[in-house]
Nanobody, 131 residues
Framework: QVQLVESGGGVVQPGGSLRLSCSASPSEDIYSINTVGWYRQAPGNQRDLVSQRELVATITWNNRITYGDSAKGRFTISRDGSHNMLYRRVFRLEPGDTAAYYC?????????????????WGQGTQVTVSA
């Protein structure tokens, strides 16, 4: 089973930016996973309920990118094949972006954004947007 580890979270002021990273252990060729992505879960939700996670962005093996409604225009997703890393960069953070952010892998060929259809998840990294 692949273990995913997110990093890069923290406390950020409104208007700031962050880059989150996700690595896989044992090492996986990030380009061989059919769909990789980021989801988030706002405070107050039960953290172990995958169904409550909101789509931030996904990228498929053929570079199809899908952004969640709250992410459009402010979030980017990218992969680094040389380091087998998945990244997410976010600009102009807002207090509503405060959440735990999760990296996820899906091995199935069909593209779906339902978080329940993803196979591997990290433990999450907390992002808090506050003045």
């Amino acid at each position: 089973q692949v273990q995913l580890v997110e990093s890069g979270g923290g406390v950020v002021q409104p208007g700031g930016s962050l880059r989150l990273s996700c690595s896989a252990s044992p090492s996986e060729d990030i380009y061989s996973i059919n769909t990789v992505g980021w989801y988030r879960q706002a405070p107050g939700n039960q953290r172990d309920l995958v169904s409550q996670r909101e789509l931030v962005a996904t990228i498929t093996w053929n570079n199809r990118i899908t952004y969640g409604d709250s992410a459009k225009g402010r979030f980017t997703i990218s992969r680094d094949g040389s380091h087998n890393m998945l990244y997410r960069r976010v600009f102009r953070l807002e207090p509503g972006d405060t959440a735990a952010y999760y990296c996820a892998f899906r091995y199935g060929l069909e593209y779906v954004s339902d978080p329940g259809e993803f196979d591997d998840w990290g433990q999450g990294t907390q992002v808090t947007v506050s003045a």
